[in-house]
């Protein structure tokens, strides 16, 4: 099982960004795919996740980021608008196997990581 992240980098405030998390070893229509996030000092942070087409988020990216798949290309996106300073952290995708229906934000619901990708947002 291997999840790889790519698409950080280093912005300024108020633009946009599409992280990447192609995914392989396992069905991915089995499993829900989060994006999380950690920025130095502190915990980890659950900010979407998508589950056969269903959607949830964190109150803290509500309304700026959307999450989206893409079955064919076995990966799942991140679409990051309105970026913040406090948005600067390092950004990882999980996934985990849950029924259909499932949506959750926190870490140890998730058997699988990728290594992540930075995303630093300057003022």
């Known amino acids: 099982v291997q999840l790889v992240e790519s698409g950080g980098g280093l912005v300024q405030v108020g633009s946009s960004l599409k992280l990447s998390c192609t995914v392989s070893?396992?069905?991915?229509?089995?499993?829900?795919v989060a994006w999380f996030r950690q920025a130095p000092g502190k915990e980890r942070e659950g900010l979407s996740c998508i589950n056969n087409n269903r959607t949830h988020y964190a109150d803290s990216v509500k309304g700026r980021f959307t999450t989206s798949n893409e079955n064919t290309k076995n990966t799942v996106y991140l679409q990051m608008n309105s970026l913040k300073p406090e948005d600067t952290a390092v950004y990882y995708c999980a996934a985990g196997w849950h029924s259909p229906t499932w949506v959750g934000l926190e870490a140890y619901e998730y058997d699988y990581w990728g290594q992540g990708t930075q995303v630093t947002v300057s003022s």
């Open positions: 070893g396992f069905v991915f229509d089995d499993y829900a």
